[in-house]
């Protein structure tokens, strides 16, 4: 079985990551930068899943933290959509700059 | 046995007489107004009587009966109850001494108290705050008992200032009154001031002499091989020894309480009291606590010479600027207070001319000698002036004159009186200012002429009072014919002059001493001659200028000039202390003290407050509350952290 | 007995305030609980005297648990005179308390149960023997305070909450530094494991001024001492009583039991710095006093300067003084409660504290007239009351010690008892005595709870006054326990 080597998997991910960090900072609306945490996330499990197959392949303990993640991101995703919906209702916006009231 | 079947029975007296009144005073003060509004003054009165009765058999018993032991009298202890452990060695023991110069004070005290208090129940009648008025005499009877029956220094301290607060409380019984008061804060805090030399001197000579007990105190100062003594007196402060500076400081307390100068500038003020009271405690009792407590400890002062010299000479200028006031001043109560005050002096520098034992011991025997004399006629003087200013309701004497008809028994009253504290013969003052003459003249004849020339002044302003009163001119008061005012004002008047009287020939001589020994005391005709003359020629001299307004006075006081206008504005002592305190302590301690606790202790708080606000402002902004600049810091601290671990972490 | 009690009767009584309804039902069961409170401590006087008299260790009715093993801490209660006086102390200000809060409308529940928790924390410190338990109850006492100023407090009461809360804070904090400091030394936090233990002297010198001084700032320490001024006097009647009467209390306590018992020979090499302070304190506070208008400035000032003397006291080492500083604590608890209930009294009827505002209250309020005055006779030292008995000991203990500075220091306290005077009288002259304000001529004299409330109080003072053999024979053994540790250690 011919391999794609370690390196080709790690440049995806790391293009997803910065993908994904360019998207949280540069977009303003909100769902978007909750699609851009996504991205980071995936591209955290993506890692995690190469190295456990390519350094510990008797092991399954970079898929068990795959998993655990993507429950994570899902959760996240239904309390931060909730958390918009709010905002939405109470500033009739998304864009986060609108939503400065937490400081000082 | 035979001795404790004796202090047994002595116990068994003197407890009442301390109780009665203090139970009174609860008694009238928790439950008198709401219960017993018009009984009050007869419980107290009652009580009073009863105190009265038994202090004087007690006395008697001891002065005749059982306290002499050998021809000399003794130092007992009728009770002691340890009431605050200081140390093993100091503590306060509440208890009684029984010698001579207790038993003589405790008959003045109960005796002038009963006075007053039959006094009271006419002179006061009507009064809102009649119960209370004779709860607070019943308090001041009660404080003014233990003062004198204290057989420790301390416990003498704490009755010391419960006279005091009972006096202040007394003095301000017209509450309402500002100008009462102002004299009571200022009788209060003087008398403290001079407590606070007191209370230095208690601790000087308790802890040299290891006790705080009267008798043990005594014998360990004086034994001059006593571990004691030596130290007490090798032990010195700016060269001064430590028994005289114990010793001064003591008689600091008694200088505030006795009104000796320049300490005696609350009692004219505390005249704005009740007049009985003037008399019971601003006359008769209170102020000559500081010649009991001289007294007292007499057998230490004897022994320091210094110390003594301090009070012979603040007696005799007392005494003296005392009396050069009295002559000027024009409120009735006023030349009676200065007058008390001169008097004291009198007792005070009688004290300090004597010396230990026999006959050098006469000034010590003169001086409780004239104490027992003036607390009668003094309370006579007081009283009668109380019935005057209740009739003429004013103090001032240009309101007075020509009452001789109107209010006859005082009239009679307040001339006996006034021949009595003058000095003339056979009244009570004679034979004790005859002591203290006959006593300065062996011993320092500056003093006597001082003494001298004071009895001559006491005359004279005595006798300017009285003719000033009662005739220089027609009556300008025509009240009802009950001038004299009821007949419980009447009796004490009457009971007082009879004692003004005949208290001269009370051989107290024979009963107080310095030693215990009786002293035989021989009169010679020539000596007290002078005097006499010197005496009579200044009543004469009164007489003419104020028996009938022909301006004489007028032109002697434009003779003494500025010296007259000082002696009216009372030497300036007040001034001088209102400076001190208004503007030295208030300007220069208080305020600063004030000012530096907000703007400098409490402005570094706040500082320190502000400071820590000011950098939090500084930094706060970094919460801005965009998300995306928390992730940027976010990941920023990341990289940082990764690049640390990654390549510094070796 | 079992001293957990006096934990958990005001625990209980926080509790049960919070399932009541209304006022009325409110402070009937504060009152209950500190009735209960009172009757526990009595119960607790007789048989603390029983068990002593016939012998027994320095601290009775001990208990000890386990609490947190890791650390070593325990759960360690027990008591011994000083303790108890301070319990009594306690117990009689949180009765008299309650009933001077008979009608506080405002949020009453929360308002009695941050009281009985605030009694909850007095008693907890007063009888842990173990100091990290000490220091938990000594912060369950300290927040309450913040919330009674910042809630029902008068005038700027949201800044004297927070400078109170901040250096009360500032002074756990460094009591906590102090504990710490001989929790690493000792490797316990059991008070008579270390006191039998010898601390070297060098660790001693460097914990003891953060205990001391933490501590001091709880008792009023020059120049720690501002927010006892401004604290005070924002807080509410019932809340200046606690605060002052036995807060200030936790204090000393702790200066002596926790910083002059357990490190004796900083005490001292640092002894001078304290009565420095302290006299600073005494005479400054004092002549500060003397400048006020307002009443409870007024008490608070003097409240510094009488605080001065358990300090002087503790500083001065001597037996008589530190009892002396035992006694003016307990004096002092007392007096000013009395002194604060009465002023709150006057306020809550005139509206104003300024004494140029007041006058002639006597005619009209009789009953309060004279218990404020009972307070300032006390507080400046007349015999019959507290204060005399305190004062005098402290002053013939310190006399004691015969260093000449000390002497001086000694002195300059003693004169304070005329500045006392002064001002006492000045505000006693001003508002009691003097012309009726004819705008209070109807004002009404004190009502059934406010008299008993005195009552308690007076009567505490009284007893002590006039037979003070009663609280020196509690309190002496225990002093001289302390004493002698603190006095052998002296090389």
Redesign the interface.
């Known amino acids: 079985m011919s391999t794609v080597p370690l390196t080709h998997i790690l440049f995806v991910s790391t293009a997803l990551f910065f993908i994904g960090?360019y998207g949280?900072?540069t977009r303003r609306n909100m769902i978007t930068?909750l699609m851009s945490v996504e991205l980071i996330l995936n591209s955290v499990n993506i890692n995690f899943v190469a190295f456990n197959k390519y350094l510990y392949p008797q092991k399954a303990d970079g898929i068990f933290f795959t998993i655990f993640i993507i429950t994570i991101a899902a959760a996240e995703a239904a309390v931060a959509i909730a958390i918009i919906i709010n905002l939405y209702r109470t500033h009739k916006s998304i864009d986060?700059?609108d939503?400065?009231?937490?400081?000082? | 046995m035979k001795e404790r079947v004796r202090l047994m029975n002595y116990q068994q007296y003197l407890l009442p007489v301390l109780l009665l009144p203090l139970a009174c005073f609860l008694l009238l003060g928790l439950f008198g107004k709401k219960h017993l509004k018009n009984a009050s003054g007869v419980i107290g009165t009652a009580s009073m009587f009863a105190v009265t009765i038994i202090s004087v058999l007690v006395a008697g018993r001891y002065f005749f009966a059982d306290g002499k032991v050998d021809g000399v009298y003794q130092h007992l202890i009728a009770y002691k109850y340890n009431w605050l452990a200081f140390s093993p060695t100091l503590s306060i023991d509440m208890g009684a001494i029984v010698d001579p110069i207790s038993m003589m004070m405790i008959v003045v005290v109960s005796f002038i108290s009963l006075m007053v208090h039959i006094f009271s129940l006419g002179y006061m009648k009507g009064e809102e705050r009649f119960t209370t008025y004779y709860a607070y005499l019943s308090l001041f009877t009660f404080s003014m008992l233990g003062l004198v029956l204290s057989s420790n220094i301390f416990q003498m301290y704490i009755f010391w200032e419960l006279v005091g607060v009972s006096s202040f409380l007394l003095i301000g019984f017209y509450y309402n009154k500002p100008s009462a008061v102002v004299a009571s804060k200022k009788a209060f805090m003087v008398t403290r001031f001079a407590d606070f030399g007191f209370l230095i001197g208690i601790l000087v000579l308790s802890f040299y002499g290891g006790t705080l007990d009267f008798n043990a105190l005594i014998q360990r100062l004086t034994a001059p091989q006593s571990g004691e003594f030596v130290s007490i007196t090798t032990a010195s402060f700016l060269g001064i020894s430590m028994l005289t500076w114990g010793l001064c400081l003591v008689f600091v307390g008694g200088a505030g309480k006795s009104a000796m100068f320049p300490l005696h500038i609350w009692l004219p003020d505390a005249m704005e009291g009740p007049t009985p009271v003037s008399a019971l405690i601003h006359a008769a009792t209170m102020v000559v606590a500081g010649v009991y407590l001289v007294a007292r400890l007499f057998p230490v002062f004897a022994i320091d010479v210094p110390a003594l010299q301090i009070v012979t000479w603040v007696g005799a200028i007392s005494a003296l600027v005392a009396a050069i006031i009295a002559c000027t001043q024009t409120d009735i109560k006023r030349v009676l207070a200065y007058s008390t005050m001169s008097q004291i002096g009198y007792m005070m520098f009688a004290l300090g001319i004597s010396r230990y034992g026999g006959e050098n011991g006469l000034g010590y025997t003169a001086s409780l000698f004239h104490l027992f004399t003036h607390a009668f006629f003094k309370s006579l003087l007081f009283l009668g002036a109380g019935v005057i200013i209740h009739f003429v309701h004013s103090n001032d004497l240009k309101d007075m004159g020509g009452l001789r008809k109107l209010m006859p028994v005082t009239h009679i009253a307040f001339l006996v009186a006034c021949l009595a504290i003058a000095g003339v013969p056979p009244f009570a003052g004679f034979f004790s200012k005859e002591e203290i003459l006959t006593a300065s003249f062996h011993s320092n004849k500056i003093i006597y002429a001082i003494a001298l020339f004071t009895a001559v002044l006491t005359a004279f302003y005595m006798f300017r009072l009285y003719f000033s009163i009662f005739w220089r001119k027609e009556a300008t008061v025509h009240g009802t014919h009950n001038a004299d005012g009821t007949a419980s004002m009447k009796i004490p008047l009457i009971v007082l002059m009879i004692c003004s009287v005949g208290a001269g020939l009370v051989p107290i001589t024979k009963m107080v001493t310095s030693d215990g020994v009786p002293l035989e005391t021989h009169m010679d005709v020539l000596f007290s001659l002078v005097p006499i003359v010197l005496v009579l020629f200044a009543i004469f001299f009164a007489a003419r200028m104020y028996k009938k307004e022909n301006g004489s006075a007028g032109k002697m006081a434009v003779a003494f000039g500025s010296f007259y206008k000082a002696a009216t504005k009372k030497f300036y002592v007040d001034e001088i202390y209102l400076f001190i305190t208004r503007k030295v302590i208030f300007n220069l301690i208080g305020r600063p003290a004030a000012w530096i606790d907000r703007n400098i202790i409490d402005a570094f708080v706040n500082g320190v407050a502000a400071t820590t606000a000011r950098i939090s402002g500084l930094i706060k902004g970094l919460q801005s509350g965009k998300v995306q600049t928390y992730a940027l810091y976010f990941f920023s601290g990341i990289a940082g952290l990764a690049v640390l671990f990654i390549y510094l972490w070796k | 007995m079992n001293l957990t009690l006096l934990i958990i009767v005001p625990f209980l009584t926080a509790i049960a305030v919070l399932f009541c309804k209304g006022l009325k039902q409110v402070r009937t069961v504060s009152l209950a609980g500190a009735a209960v409170q009172l009757a526990l401590v009595v119960f607790l006087l007789i048989a603390y005297w029983q068990q002593h008299t016939s012998g027994g260790s320095q601290f009775l009715f001990e208990s000890n648990v386990m609490w947190f093993k890791p650390l070593n801490i325990n759960y360690h209660v027990g008591i011994d005179g000083i303790s108890l006086a301070m319990i009594t102390l306690t117990a009689l200000v949180v009765l008299a308390g309650t009933l001077v809060s008979w009608s506080t409308e405002k949020l009453s529940k929360e308002f009695f149960f941050l009281l009985a928790l605030l009694s909850m924390g007095a008693y907890g410190f007063f009888i842990s023997l173990d100091l990290f338990t000490m220091f938990f109850f000594l912060e369950v006492a300290v927040v309450p305070k913040f919330l009674l100023i910042g809630i029902w407090g008068s005038g700027k009461k949201e800044y004297s909450a927070m400078k109170l809360a901040l250096m009360l804070m500032a002074g756990s904090a460094l009591v906590f530094v102090g504990l710490a400091g001989i929790y690493f030394q000792a490797n316990s936090f059991d008070v008579i494991q270390i006191a039998g233990m010898h601390i070297p002297l060098s660790v001693q010198k460097t914990f003891f001024p953060f205990a001391f001084i933490g501590f001091g700032i709880f008792t009023a320490l020059f120049p720690f001492h501002t927010w006892v001024p401004d604290g005070h006097s924002s807080a509410p009647t019932a809340a200046s009583m606690f605060l002052a009467g036995i807060s200030m209390k936790l204090g000393g306590y702790g200066c002596l039991r926790v910083a002059t018992y357990l490190m004796p020979d900083a005490a001292h090499s640092y002894a001078w710095i304290i009565i420095l302070l302290a006299t600073i304190a005494i005479i400054y506070g004092a002549f500060a006093t003397m400048m006020q208008t307002d009443l409870k400035y007024i008490n608070a000032y003097s409240s510094v300067s009488h605080c001065g003397f358990v300090l002087l006291g503790i500083g001065m080492l001597t037996k008589t003084s530190v009892n002396g500083a035992v006694l003016q604590m307990v004096s002092h608890g007392l007096m000013t409660a009395l002194f604060f209930a009465a002023i709150g009294m006057i306020y809550s009827r005139t509206h104003t504290r300024q004494i140029a505002q007041l006058g002639g209250l006597l005619k009209v309020t009789p009953f309060i007239s004279t218990v404020f005055t009972i307070a300032g006779l006390c507080s400046l030292g007349l015999p019959g009351f507290s204060g005399f008995v305190a004062e005098m000991t402290v002053f013939m203990g310190s006399w004691q010690n015969p260093d000449a500075w000390y002497r001086f220091a000694t002195i300059l306290a003693c004169a304070s008892i005329v500045v006392t005077a002064v001002y006492i009288l000045r505000a006693t002259g001003r508002s009691i005595m003097g012309p009726l304000n004819a705008s209070y001529n109807q004002l009404t004299d004190a009502s059934w709870n406010e008299k008993l409330a005195a009552g308690v109080l007076i009567t505490g003072i009284v007893i002590m006054g006039v037979a003070p053999f009663l609280i020196t024979k509690l309190i002496a053994p225990s002093t001289d326990v302390i004493m002698n540790k603190v006095l052998t250690m002296v090389k």
Do not use: S
Request: proline share 0%.
């Open positions: 960090m949280l900072f930068m986060v700059d939503a400065t009231e937490l400081k000082w």
